[in-house]
């Protein structure tokens, strides 16, 4: 059995991957720096309870679940201050059409719809469909059977299907 790598080895090797993960869901610098900090501070204190075999996999679902989690944050500050949005709406007119339109807002239309899943449905979705991770991983870093995986990402797939709409799945489908 390989020695427990130390606290930079496991930053070291990790951390990228922690990132883009975090930075994908959120697409802010602040938040993401903010919620990568809370995700190896949660791995720290994991790690003092239980072991860990699998760092990368451990430390790219708790990315995911915080992201999903600072995205709530996110949406309840905004309905919180609704008359910001319509600041903000208005000032994004001045911008052409063409800086507004596209994968951006899909981006965001999509990150807005997670956060009305129950957690467990946003994770599985984003470890399959961003992560491009398999059932049985899934499974793995969710303590869940791949049975129940797939039951997961059905139903936040259909939710989503609500939400958002067959085109939207179907565009972030196609890359």
Not at 31 to 48: I, N, P
Not at 78 to 85: A, D, V
């Amino acid at each position: 059995m390989p020695p427990t790598p130390s606290w930079p080895d496991i930053v070291r090797t990790h951390g990228p991957a922690v990132w883009r993960t975090i930075y994908r869901l959120l697409a802010d610098e602040d938040d993401a720096a903010e919620c990568y900090q809370e995700v190896f501070l949660e791995a720290l204190k994991l790690s003092g309870t239980q072991k860990v075999d699998n760092w990368g996999g451990m430390l790219t679902t708790l990315a995911a679940r915080r992201g999903v989690d600072r995205l709530r944050q996110r949406l309840a500050r905004r309905q919180l201050h609704s008359t910001t949005n319509d600041v903000d709406a208005v000032s994004h007119r001045d911008r052409p059409p063409s800086d507004r339109a596209g994968e951006g807002e899909l981006a965001q239309r999509l990150r807005n719809a997670l956060c009305d899943l129950p957690p467990n449905q946003a994770e599985a979705f984003w470890l399959s469909t961003i992560e491009e991770l398999s059932y049985a991983e899934i499974a793995s870093r969710l303590s869940v059977t791949v049975d129940h995986v797939g039951v997961l990402l059905h139903r936040a797939r259909a939710r989503l299907r609500e939400t958002l709409g067959q085109q939207l799945l179907e565009e972030r489908s196609h890359p």
